[in-house]
Every structure is written in C-alpha cells, then in structure tokens.
C-alpha cells in the first residue's frame, strides 16, 4: 500500500475503467491526454462488485478512489495498491442542499452520516477529505 507509481506506467497495463460519463473517468481521460498517454482500456465496469471480482482474478487492473480500492483490496490478500502519482490526480467532493426547500428527514438523516463521514476521514487521514486517493489496484 505503500508503493506508488507514476501515471505513464499506467500505459502497460490492461486496465478497467469506469464508463466515459463518469467524473472520475472524465478526470482520468483529462489525465491522459495531457500527459499523452493512450490507455489500454479492456473493459469498463460501473460496479464494484464486479470490479472486484475482475482484479481479483487477474483480468486487468482499475484506477479507482483509494478508499473503494481499499475495501476491495481487503477481501482479496492477492491484490496490490499503489498510490497514482505524477501527476496527483484529484476529483472535487460537493454536497449540494436546496437553499429554498427544507430537507425531509430522511434527507437529514443522510446529510448527517454523510457529515460525520467526512469529519471522520478529515481526522484520521493526512489528505483533505476532497483528495480522490487515486490508486491502481491489480493482482500480483
């Protein structure tokens, strides 16, 4: 988990990624195309389950938030993470509220665990909580 590798390594390997729509697929393609890089894209997955069950078993690699990679790489001892360096690569985090429309409770509810997420992961790591972590995660 400590190691780190930069984006340009990134072109020899097989990699998932999330569909074109997506903000941090977006970001990424940004990412590449900057740094001149053509990714070798096999497969773009949405979910994690399957994600997971794709690294697990060797299919490729995936460039994903360093928290998802995490709790995929904790059920699976044969996958290894790397941190996404070179360029740092980060994804803004926004909780949008109406200013004119209360929130219902259950709203509330979720504006709440949210909030404590944040503040939970704003103490316990060194990144600000908007920092992506990007990280690379594929089985050795």
Not at 56 to 68: D, E, F, N, Q
Request: hydrophobic share 45%.
């Amino acid at each position: 988990d400590g190691d780190s590798i930069p984006l340009s390594e990134l072109a020899a390997l097989e990699l998932f990624l999330p569909r074109p729509y997506n903000t941090a697929r977006q970001v990424l393609d940004e990412a590449f195309t900057t740094e001149g890089i053509v990714p070798r894209v096999i497969g773009e997955i949405e979910s994690i389950a399957t994600l997971a069950a794709a690294i697990a078993r060797g299919l490729g690699s995936a460039v994903m938030p360093g928290s998802v990679a995490k709790r995929i790489a904790q059920g699976e001892p044969g996958i290894s993470l790397w941190r996404l360096t070179a360029p740092e690569i980060t994804i803004p985090l926004s909780h949008c509220v109406s200013s004119y429309l209360p929130l219902s409770e259950s709203a509330k509810a979720v504006q709440g665990i949210l909030m404590g997420l944040v503040q939970e992961m704003h103490a316990t790591q060194p990144m600000p909580a908007a920092d992506a972590s990007t990280r690379v995660s594929r089985r050795r």
